[in-house]
């Protein structure tokens, strides 16, 4: 992403190198700020009832009307878990509590980390949000795989039914990365 004038003093940018850095750099000919620009965090969650998970089909363009977990893009001032949180409530009205980090996804093409929960529906109850066409609880049997929004919910999906998430009698296992502090 190139950004062409600069954000403090409205001046036009030239693209180099500034000085005792290694990455080219949108830097402002006037008065020097350096837009430094990089990944974005995307947090979501699998979100558990029994033997059913929720999944959301999108409202929202890209990949309208394709089915995905609650995601998006972490906003300022919140936790990840919170930010994933939110996503659910937003997505689906769903009301969860984070069990822990189910998998994390680093991805050059787009410049997006993904971290995605376990989490826990404390009521079984799902409506679809303003971005949402239809909020689901569906079993993993049910599971629409051809019709999944992007690659890092098939990933995620997997990832979530190896580790047992929504199986009768299994305790889901988790990675062993522990949860950051909650400020
Ligand atoms: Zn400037």
């Not at 992007?150 to 949860?179: Q, Y």
Request: aromatic share 6%.
């Amino acid at each position: 992403m190139t950004v062409r004038f600069c954000a403090v003093c409205g001046a036009a940018t030239e693209r180099r190198i500034p000085e005792d850095d290694d990455h080219n750099r949108d830097v402002c000919t006037a008065c020097g700020h350096v837009h430094y620009a990089n990944p974005k965090v995307v947090v979501g969650a699998v979100c558990v009832h029994e033997e059913k998970l929720l999944l959301c089909r999108r409202a929202i363009e890209p990949r309208r009307g394709f089915w995905t977990v609650p995601a998006g893009f972490m906003e300022l001032n919140e936790t990840a878990e919170e930010g994933a949180a939110r996503e659910a409530s937003e997505e689906a009205c769903a009301d969860i509590e984070i069990e822990g980090l189910l998998a994390c996804y680093s991805i050059k093409r787009i410049d997006q980390v993904q971290l995605f929960y376990a989490a826990r529906l404390k009521q079984p109850t799902v409506i679809a949000g303003r971005e949402t066409l239809e909020a689901e609880l569906v079993r993993w049997a049910d599971v629409p795989w051809a019709d999944l929004a992007f690659p890092t919910v098939h990933w995620v999906l997997e990832e979530a039914r190896a580790r047992g998430l929504a199986t009768r009698g299994t305790r889901p296992r988790l990675a062993d990365v522990p949860l950051g502090p909650r400020r």
